[in-house]
């Protein structure tokens, strides 16, 4: 399996059309690196992979069982007690049901009533800032690797900090305002 090539049929007609190119085809090498890969994947996303339970309570929380539910709450910080009464009476909510269908999973968290729902919406909320956090955090960083290049390596601290805003902020000047002030006619 280690040499085959049949995942890799652009791979196989290359070493077949060209046999110059078989000497520099290295199984091993290629192995090697996929496993590097795939470590690196697993430590980067095999948080993900734990909080299963938290994504599907997100996702759909009229589905999700109570029991583990409340269980994967509580390492968030809700009383398990609080959870799973409210999960019951959530997945018992019909109109909170249709609102469910009607709505995007975000939207549909904003509009759960947080004065019946405390800790369903906290959590809630908690895991939903996880993405748009590390959306943030990832454009931040590359921000800075382009702001910051071996020409602009002496920023200081103030005026980096104002780069940065510029660049991950979608802001769109009104160009015609600015125009009008400066024109003397």
């Given at each position: 399996?280690?040499?085959?090539?049949?995942?890799?049929?652009?791979?196989?007609?290359?070493?077949?059309?060209?046999?110059?190119?078989?000497?520099h085809?290295?199984?091993?090498?290629?192995?090697?690196?996929?496993?590097?890969?795939?470590?690196?994947?697993?430590?980067?996303?095999?948080?993900?992979?734990?909080?299963?339970?938290?994504?599907?309570?997100?996702?759909?929380p009229f589905?999700v069982?109570?029991?583990?539910?409340s269980?994967?709450?509580?390492?968030?910080?809700?009383?398990?007690?609080?959870?799973?009464?409210?999960?019951?009476?959530?997945q018992?909510?019909?109109?909170?049901?249709?609102?469910?269908?009607?709505?995007s999973?975000p939207?549909?968290?904003?509009?759960?009533?947080?004065?019946k729902?405390?800790?369903?919406?906290?959590?809630?909320?908690?895991?939903?800032?996880?993405?748009?956090?590390?959306?943030?955090?990832e454009?931040?960083?590359?921000?800075?690797?382009?702001?910051?290049?071996?020409h602009?390596?002496?920023?200081?601290?103030?005026?980096?900090?104002?780069?940065?805003?510029?660049?991950?902020?979608?802001?769109?000047?009104?160009?015609?305002?600015?125009?009008?002030?400066?024109?003397?006619?």
């Open positions: 399996l280690a040499k085959s090539t049949h995942h890799f049929p652009k791979l196989a007609c290359i070493t077949t059309e060209r046999p110059e190119l078989k000497d085809y290295r199984p091993d090498v290629f192995g090697t690196y996929m496993t590097q890969l795939r470590e690196r994947f697993e430590g980067r996303f095999g948080d993900f992979c734990n909080r299963k339970v938290l994504f599907h309570f997100l996702q759909n589905v069982p109570v029991r583990t539910t269980t994967e709450l509580a390492q968030m910080g809700a009383a398990t007690a609080n959870s799973d009464s409210e999960l019951l009476e959530l018992a909510d019909f109109d909170m049901q249709a609102i469910h269908l009607t709505c999973v939207e549909f968290w904003f509009k759960v009533p947080q004065d729902y405390p800790t369903l919406v906290s959590c809630a909320f908690k895991g939903l800032s996880m993405f748009g956090s590390t959306y943030v955090c454009a931040s960083f590359s921000a800075i690797n382009s702001i910051k290049n071996k602009r390596n002496r920023l200081r601290h103030n005026r980096l900090q104002h780069c940065l805003h510029a660049a991950t902020t979608s802001y769109e000047p009104r160009y015609q305002n600015i125009t009008s002030k400066f024109t003397r006619f």
